[in-house]
């Protein structure tokens, strides 16, 4: 049976065969989970889409059509159930500290760099909407590179004034990511669906 062709597992598994059903897993699995893993980066949601797609073929076993490709079915199932799952997961806050983590940690890993680059955007939006001065001393210190003796130098101000501009920035910009960081997601989450 583990010779047996995909079309020929589908048609057992059709009939209630449940060992046509673990050969047909045991041959997808991995590969499902990989794939699920390389989009979102979770090792838990990866396991939980696999789960759930293989429930839902044994579930609606006797709709299983032998002549349509499993494989394609599988793939595009996991990345649906990923989709929903993400569109479910932006509005809790652990989700979103997680992809907030990742992006100041600067992590440019294939699973958050199409995040990076939509938190990016916003990031860029929040700065655009702080007031000149603060703006200027966010830029000068988080793009620049400058130390606060540096910008306090540089703009006549003092030390303080520089570390209290910062933490109003720093905190202004952190909290404008969080509300936002929803479409971040979604709009890879979209992006993902389409190009996979």
């Known amino acids: 049976m583990l010779e047996a062709t995909d079309e020929a597992l589908c048609g057992m598994v059709r009939q209630g065969d449940a060992a046509a059903f673990n050969v047909l897993y045991d041959r997808y699995r991995h590969q499902l989970y990989g794939y699920v893993f390389r989009l979102c980066g979770s090792q838990d949601v990866a396991l939980d889409a696999v789960q759930e797609v293989f429930l839902q073929v044994w579930l609606r076993s006797a709709s299983l059509d032998p002549g349509r490709?499993?494989?394609?079915?599988?793939?595009?199932?996991?990345?649906?159930?990923?989709?929903?799952?993400?569109?479910?997961?932006?509005?809790?806050?652990?989700?979103?500290?997680?992809?907030?983590?990742?992006?100041?940690?600067?992590?440019?890993?294939?699973?958050?760099?199409?995040?990076?680059?939509q938190l990016e955007t916003i990031k860029n939006n929040a700065v655009s909407r702080l007031p000149a001065q603060r703006q200027r001393i966010y830029t000068m210190s988080k793009v620049e590179g400058l130390s606060n003796r540096e910008i306090a130098d540089s703009l006549g101000i003092s030390i303080n004034t520089v570390r209290d501009q910062l933490v109003k920035a720093s905190r202004f910009v952190r909290m404008y990511l969080m509300r936002h960081a929803d479409i971040a997601v979604l709009l890879t989450a979209v992006h993902v669906a389409q190009h996979s």
């Open 69 to 117: 490709s499993i494989k394609s079915y599988l793939f595009r199932s996991v990345r649906n159930y990923l989709l929903d799952y993400l569109k479910k997961a932006v509005h809790q806050q652990a989700f979103r500290q997680h992809f907030m983590h990742a992006f100041e940690e600067g992590a440019a890993s294939s699973e958050h760099l199409l995040y990076s680059k």
